[in-house]
């Protein structure tokens, strides 16, 4: 499996788990707790397989940064969180951030 698509199976996983603990309500509703747990799961078994060929500091920022802005913008969908101008340009300079790592980075796995 390519080392991208398995570190983008990740942040997906883990950014269903997040909403859907929320949605658990301190683990006292079944379905959303078993989502949570199963994400969870998902999004660490295939970080784990990135790792294989992906550098841990470059992985773990790309997993991170792109979830934190992913998770924002299902909170601001699914929970309408609202998101202000600087909570916006912080999430941009984080994709930024994950722009520079990828592109510029010689500790980057090309």
Known sequence: MHPYL???IAIVS?????????????FSRLWPS???????GLAFFFLSVTLKSIPVGIAYAIWSGLGVVLISLAA?????????????????????????????SKSSAH
Do not use: C, H, P
Request: glycine share 14%; hydrophobic share 65%.
């Open 76 to 104: 601001w969908v699914l929970f309408g969180q609202k998101l202000d101008a600087a909570a916006v340009i912080g999430m941009g300079l984080i994709v930024a951030g994950v722009v520079v790592l990828n592109v510029f």
């Open 6 to 8: 398995a570190l983008g």
């Open 34 to 40: 078993l989502i949570v747990v199963a994400g969870y």
């Open 14 to 26: 883990e950014v269903i788990a997040t909403s859907a603990l929320r949605a658990s309500d301190g």
